[in-house]
């Protein structure tokens, strides 16, 4: 029988980590495209308290942070093992291209929000994103 090996646990938090916060960045640069942006919470003409869609934004990015996060650390606990089919593999890598190419072609485009706004919001949400993917990942392994 042979022996299972394991990755080393700051592999699997550094890799999941990449992942999360990849992941947010492309939700925020989808989330801008559609009008949920984290860049309203710097706008002075609008005057709510905190606009609808940056609340939105921010609890989309940090939800998809964490996930992201938790997901890929538990797929590469499991992956070791072999315990994902080959269909599984291909079906989630095929999910995590075209996500990015998506966030890729929207990041292309003109911005609709002001140059200051949008570099802060892009740091906000890369922030965000890092702190939620190191707690799914530190979650999932601390469970497994």
């Known amino acids: 029988m042979a022996e299972t090996t394991f990755f080393p646990r700051r592999l699997i938090l550094g890799a999941a980590m990449i992942s999360g916060v990849l992941l947010a960045l492309a939700v925020h640069m989808l989330g801008a495209r559609y009008g949920l942006d984290l860049g309203g919470l710097w706008r002075s003409e609008t005057h709510e308290f905190m606009p609808t869609g940056a609340a939105i934004a921010w609890w989309l990015i940090a939800t998809v942070g964490f996930s992201g996060g938790y997901f890929t650390a538990n797929l590469m606990q499991s992956a070791v093992s072999g315990q994902i089919p080959q269909r599984m593999r291909q079906f989630l890598i095929a999910v995590g291209v075209l996500l990015l190419a998506g966030a ?12 200051v706004s949008g570099v802060l919001a892009g740091l906000a949400a890369l922030c965000l994103g890092a702190v939620m993917a190191f707690c799914g990942a530190h979650f999932a392994l601390r469970r497994g």
């Open 104 to 115: 890729g072609q929207a990041a292309s485009a003109p911005s609709p929000i002001p140059t």
